[in-house]
């Protein structure tokens, strides 16, 4: 009977043991895989904001110019192609973040929110320079024409691209919280630690 005894204490120790291996092994990856989509969210919005930044003061500095120019058309063809193209390019990249916010981080959805209605707000003022119809554009004249895309640029350059620095720097610093939280949890905690 005592062999007995030993016998299932035995097999109750292994298997508890084996379960605590397993449950400590899957607590130090999920904190792992956590902390890998924190750094790959971070970099993507990095790499998301340059790309706009850059777009958009770029689309500032060619709105600024006189219509005469010299240059002007080679800086709108590379403005149109090269830094389009990588805006775009970027934006197809981007995509992972709202992914990995919502499937992981729903707590950093406001912040992306707000990096979303900036970006919005950079596209809706940048319009505002850009007249499709000839016929509208032709009736403004010249110096109203230059007048709206040097108040177009100025408010690229002066209110939406800091704000969306700041919205984006807000995210950074969220992301870098919940890092910190995520190292910090015990092993021992529920799995939304």
Request: charged share 30%.
């Amino acid at each position: 009977m005592n062999a007995l005894l030993t016998y299932f204490a035995g097999i109750a120790t292994t298997i508890a043991g084996a379960y605590l291996v397993h449950f400590l092994t899957h607590r130090r990856w999920w904190k792992e895989y956590r902390l890998r989509k924190l750094e790959e969210l971070y970099l993507a919005l990095q790499s998301h904001e340059i790309a706009i930044s850059e777009y958009y003061t770029r689309s500032a500095a060619y709105l600024i110019r006189p219509e005469d120019a010299e240059g002007l058309e080679e800086q709108e063809e590379t403005l149109r192609t090269d830094y389009l193209k990588a805006l775009q390019e970027d934006e197809k990249k981007a995509a992972v973040i709202p992914m990995i916010v919502n499937i992981y981080f729903r707590d950093l959805s406001p912040a992306w929110q707000n990096v979303e209605a900036a970006k919005e707000k950079l596209r809706v003022e940048n319009r505002k320079a850009v007249l499709i119809d000839d016929r509208k554009r032709e009736a403004l004249g010249r110096t109203q024409r230059e007048a709206i895309s040097k108040a177009v640029a100025l408010a690229i350059l002066r209110e939406h691209i800091p704000e969306l620095a700041a919205f984006t720097k807000e995210m950074f610093a969220k992301i870098i919280r919940i890092a910190d939280e995520v190292k910090e949890n015990s092993l021992w905690l529920s799995e939304n630690g």
